[in-house]
């Protein structure tokens, strides 16, 4: 399946659940001077998760993102990115943990079709109305659900401990697994283990906590939802290929500059070669959406000012 019919597919699973599909905001917020780019689909609907201008209940969007915090990591993994896509629903004040879970679990199993066998859940430790969903409702076997502290179960990742402040809540990934043979092949290898067998593909966020300066998590006048699921790495799962490097999207793009470099492609090990290329593709890709988006490169440092 094509990255642009995996787009097309999720907005249209959303609409046909009631959402209004949102257009992605700039990858430079407007009204927001904390962030300096759009860093997740949430964050054109902060005010709607703090109970202002509700003017719709839900939505969903495919959000332009950048990030710079994996940076060192791009081209070496076969997922990490400066810019990419991320697919998301949200709900402000509407439908919550149950409707969220169910139709993420439709979602991927009836319409993108992957095999249920072949998906693994975390929830936060201590957040059992997630779990008891995806046990006794989903029906996912109690050994392939995993509980998680709030470094990898809580958005923003440890919120609770040290910030930001703002609206924060419990998490639920889930994972795919390329299965036995794949990664280090190790009998008790699961979502924690970073060999590749598994990958993250959806992040469902139950955003019921305003974080405030003192620590303390204040409940949010409603619960929302905020999900977020990158768009490449679920092309790489749809398409099978092992990085997301080897997309429909970006398969030219690299391929091009490893050809123009006479690099030379393949795996070796853990090791990516081809890595330059990819770091590159990926950055060619977040330069061209940002410029695109009113950013003007300089080599002055904004610190210069
Ligand atoms: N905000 C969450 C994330 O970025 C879910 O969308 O992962």
Same mark, same amino acid.
């Given at each position: 399946m094509k990255t642009d019919d995996i787009r097309q597919a999720f907005l249209e699973f959303f609409k046909s659940k009631e959402h209004k599909i949102v257009q992605s905001d700039s990858l430079v917020p407007m009204d927001d001077p904390t962030l300096l780019f759009t860093?997740?689909?949430?964050?054109?609907?902060?005010?709607? $998760? +703090?109970?202002? !201008?509700?003017?719709? *209940?839900?939505?969903?969007?495919?959000?332009?993102?950048?990030?710079?915090? &994996?940076?060192?990591?791009?081209?070496?993994?076969?997922?990490?990115?400066?810019?990419?896509?991320?697919?998301?629903?949200?709900?402000?004040?509407?439908?919550?943990?149950?409707?969220?879970?169910?139709?993420?679990?439709? $979602? +991927?199993?009836? !319409?993108?079709?992957? *095999?249920?066998?072949?998906?693994?859940?975390?929830?936060?430790?201590?957040? &059992?109305?997630?779990?008891?969903?995806?046990?006794?409702?989903?029906?996912?076997?109690?050994?392939?659900?995993?509980k998680f502290g709030e470094k990898e179960n809580f958005w923003p990742s440890e919120a609770p401990t040290k910030g930001p402040c703002g609206p924060c809540g419990p998490c639920s990934e889930l994972f795919y697994d390329y299965g036995k043979d794949a990664g280090c092949k190790n009998q008790t290898c699961a979502p924690a283990c970073d060999c590749g067998r598994f990958v993250e593909i959806w992040n469902l966020v139950f955003t019921q906590f305003d974080r405030q300066a003192d620590s303390s998590l204040k409940p949010l006048p409603s619960k929302n939802i905020d999900t977020g699921m990158g768009l490449e790495r679920l092309a790489s799962v749809m398409q099978g290929v092992k990085t997301n490097f080897e997309i429909d999207i970006f398969k030219p793009l690299a391929g091009e500059i490893q050809k123009m470099a006479r690099l030379t492609t393949g795996r070796s090990g853990q090791a990516w070669q081809g890595t330059s290329a990819n770091a590159i593709a990926d950055h060619i890709r977040a330069v061209t959406f940002a410029v695109s988006d009113g950013v003007m490169p300089s080599k002055k440092s904004a610190a210069t000012w």
């Open positions: 860093g997740a689909g949430m964050n054109q609907f902060k005010e709607k $998760f +703090l109970g202002w !201008n509700v003017t719709y *209940k839900r939505a969903a969007s495919s959000q332009k993102c950048l990030r710079t915090g &994996d940076l060192e990591n791009v081209g070496g993994t076969s997922g990490h990115h400066t810019f990419f896509e991320m697919l998301g629903n949200f709900s402000f004040g509407d439908y919550f943990k149950k409707e969220a879970i169910l139709w993420a679990w439709e $979602f +991927l199993t009836y !319409n993108l079709r992957l *095999k249920g066998e072949n998906l693994w859940v975390s929830v936060y430790k201590d957040d &059992d109305e997630a779990y008891d969903i995806w046990k006794d409702v989903i029906k996912v076997p109690k050994e392939k659900i995993i």
